[in-house]
C-alpha cells in the first residue's frame, strides 16, 4: 500500500503560477503510475495529469501546454507545476496512485484546493 499527501495549494491570481506537491511513503518507481486529478464544484472528476514508472507522462486536454508534471525519486515526491492560470483551474487537487503489489489498487491523497481569481 502506499500513503498520499498532497501540499502546496492555495490562493493565486489569473495568469499566475503554482506547484503542487505529492510525497508518496514508497519509491515512487515501485508504482506503476502516479497522476493528479481535480475536482471542481459541480463539475465531474478530471484527470490533469499522469506519469509511468518509466517517466511517460500524458496531460489532460484543459491543461495541455501550461502545466507540467515532473518527481523527484530520492524524495518519492511528484509535482505539478501549473503556469498561466485560470479561474477555470480552480477546483480540488488530488494526487493518484495506481500501485501493483499482485493486485492493483488505487490510492488516493486527500486533496489540496487551488483557487484562481480573476
Known amino acids: 500500500q502506499v500513503q498520499l499527501v498532497e501540499s502546496g495549494g492555495g490562493l493565486v491570481q489569473a495568469g499566475g503560477s503554482l506547484t503542487l506537491s505529492c510525497a508518496a511513503s514508497r519509491s515512487i518507481i515501485s508504482i506503476a503510475a502516479m497522476g493528479w486529478f481535480r475536482q471542481a464544484p459541480g463539475k465531474e472528476r478530471e484527470s490533469v495529469a499522469s506519469m509511468t514508472s518509466d517517466g511517460i507522462i500524458d496531460y489532460g486536454d484543459s491543461v495541455k501546454g501550461r502545466f507540467t508534471m515532473s518527481r523527484d525519486i530520492s524524495k518519492n515526491t511528484v509535482y505539478l507545476q501549473m503556469n498561466s492560470l485560470e479561474p477555470e483551474d480552480t477546483a480540488v487537487y488530488f494526487c493518484?496512485?495506481?500501485?501493483?503489489?499482485?493486485?492493483?489498487?488505487?490510492?488516493w491523497g486527500q486533496g489540496t484546493q487551488v483557487t484562481v481569481s480573476s
Open positions: 493518484n496512485a495506481d500501485l501493483i503489489d499482485r493486485i492493483r489498487r488505487l490510492y
